[in-house]
T-cell receptor
Framework: DQQVKQNSPSLSVQEGRISILNCDYTNSMFDYFLWYKKYPAEGPTFLISISSIKDKNEDGRFTVFLNKSAKHLSLHIVPSQPGDSAVYFCAGTDSWGKFQFGAGTQVVVTP | DGGITQSPKYLFRKEGQNVTLSCEQNLNHDAMYWYRQDPGQGLRLIYYSQIVNDFQKGDIAEGYSVSREKKESFPLTVTSAQKNPTAFYLC?????????????FGDGTRLSIL
């Protein structure tokens, strides 16, 4: 039972434009959500997180939006840069020690 | 620099053989985790440990075993009972189970069958 879903396996965006990555979850007990970035043959690195008491969190070029009623979160990257080309995972946790990850979205930033 | 060290980076297993993947952290984190990543799939939780000498099964624990004798170490053994062990294995840690803190990850071990 996949509790976190990223329905777009890939996304291609032009350099300088906005990248929007989407994530849906089913577990209403999740109270903390995270986005990670991963390069091949490396471990994921933490990008940005959001608590369920907020609907937006911003950190530089990265903004995460949370819509609890729709059980949906999104990551906006503005402007997209070539170094942003990677796989992005969203994750949720209910603070009982287990994190659930989506399958990832491969982002390719083109010149 | 604090971080998580996984070794080896590449590992090969013969049929019927047990192999152990190492994970060490110097972040003074209480909770540690093992995940498996297969192509096109997300990270699936194998085992996790919230404190020393205690651990819980994750979603795909069959064919794996762990120990947590020291706070900084959480080795994973892939036993011969795991019939499809070829995957990328990731170890992670976080400061506390209830802290709502992000996980820190190692760089992974790629396990293949000979």
């Amino acid at each position: 039972d996949q509790q976190v879903k990223q329905n777009s396996p890939s996304l291609s965006v032009q350099e300088g434009r906005i990248s929007i990555l989407n994530c849906d979850y089913t577990n209403s007990m999740f109270d903390y959500f995270l986005w990670y970035k991963k390069y091949p043959a490396e471990g994921p690195t933490f990008l940005i997180s959001i608590s369920s008491i907020k609907d937006k969190n911003e950190d530089g070029r990265f903004t995460v939006f949370l819509n609890k009623s729709a059980k949906h979160l999104s990551l906006h990257i503005v402007p997209s840069q070539p170094g942003d080309s990677a796989v992005y995972f969203c994750a949720g946790t209910d603070s009982w020690g287990k994190f659930q990850f989506g399958a990832g979205t491969q982002v390719v930033v083109t010149p | 620099d604090g971080g998580i060290t996984q070794s080896p980076k590449y590992l090969f297993r013969k049929e019927g053989q047990n192999v152990t993947l190492s994970c060490e952290q110097n972040l003074n984190h209480d909770a540690m985790y093992w995940y498996r990543q297969d192509p096109g799939q997300g990270l699936r939780l194998i085992y996790y440990s919230q404190i020393v000498n205690d651990f819980q099964k994750g979603d795909i624990a069959e064919g794996y075993s762990v120990s947590r004798e020291k706070k900084e170490s959480f080795p994973l053994t892939v036993t011969s009972a795991q019939k499809n062990p070829t995957a990328f294995y990731l170890c992670a840690s976080t400061s506390g189970v209830y802290s709502n803190q992000p996980q820190h990850f190692g760089d992974g071990t790629r396990l293949s069958i000979l």
